[in-house]
Nanobody, 112 residues
Framework: QVQLVESGGGLVQAGGSLRLSCGASVNIFSIHTMGWYRQAPGKQRELVAVSGGSTNYAEPVKGRFTVSRDNAKNTVYLQMNSLKPEDTAVYYC????????WGPGTQVTVSS
């Protein structure tokens, strides 16, 4: 069973930056796809960025967010720059190998 734990969320002003981290309980070298989703209040969970054979970003975050993975540390990162109030959401780490796995989420709040 893969366990994922996010960290790095918090409160930031618009225009600021945050870096989210996701630590995995297993060696992530063998996990094909890892990345991030988010869910804002009253909305469905949506893709933010995933890294597998290629890297895909949601249109609203292109040019502002960067997903990366450090296999040696079993960690995936999400660098978020130029944050906007509409980026406010719970951010979830995601992994897909033979099965899908989710972290419990970390709150990101961007004030205007």
């Amino acid at each position: 069973q893969v366990q994922l734990v996010e960290s790095g969320g918090g409160l930031v002003q618009a225009g600021g930056s945050l870096r989210l981290s996701c630590g995995a309980s297993v060696n992530i070298f063998s996990i094909h796809t890892m990345g991030w989703y988010r869910q804002a209040p009253g909305k469905q969970r949506e893709l933010v960025a995933v890294s597998g054979g290629s890297t895909n970003y949601a249109e609203p975050v292109k040019g502002r967010f960067t997903v990366s993975r450090d296999n040696a540390k079993n960690t995936v990162y999400l660098q978020m720059n130029s944050l906007k109030p509409e980026d406010t959401a719970v951010y979830y780490c995601y992994a897909r190998g033979l099965r899908e796995h989710w972290g419990p989420g970390t709150q990101v709040t961007v004030s205007s």
